[in-house]
């Protein structure tokens, strides 16, 4: 058996391993309909109900619970960072219904918040913006000197 045809078996095999886990999961009951009434009833909820649960609510989820959260991830992690943890500052304001936060540190830290191109600044963003999207909200976040 040559080695293409191995990859080739081996790939199919993947496969009845993928529909076996798929007739599993359909003879559960389980079907996408039950996703679609999941969301559905999620973006039912009124405002005075995400009130009562998190805070107030300022367009697409943003409460001042979620608003906290996202404040506190910013700080942990560039505190984590910088020699200067005491003088990290994170403000947040809402802005055109999304989160504007505004991240101060020490001026010799504000490169080890950038990062190298960016990197570091990019994934802090990235990390807000997973975290925004599981709360149904959007965050930009601003680095100062």
């Not at 001026?107 to 963003?125: F, H, L, Q």
């Amino acid at each position: 058996m040559s080695q293409h045809d191995a990859e080739t078996k081996a790939s199919q095999g993947g496969d009845d391993e993928l529909d076996a886990v798929t007739t599993e999961f359909e003879a559960a009951g389980a079907d996408d309909e039950g996703f679609d009434d999941f969301n559905e009833d999620e973006s039912e909820e009124s405002d005075s109900a995400r009130e009562q649960r998190g805070g107030r609510t300022s367009g697409g989820g943003l409460t001042e619970a979620v608003e906290a959260q996202m404040r506190e991830l910013v700080a942990f992690i560039s505190e984590s960072l910088v020699d200067e943890p005491d003088q990290v500052r994170v403000h947040g304001e809402v802005e055109d219904g999304q989160l504007r936060l505004e991240l101060t540190v020490a001026a010799d830290d504000v490169g080890k918040v950038i990062g190298r191109e960016g990197r570091t600044a990019r994934a802090m963003r990235t990390l807000l913006a997973t975290s925004a999207a599981k709360q149904r909200c959007r965050v930009n976040l601003q680095i100062l000197e």
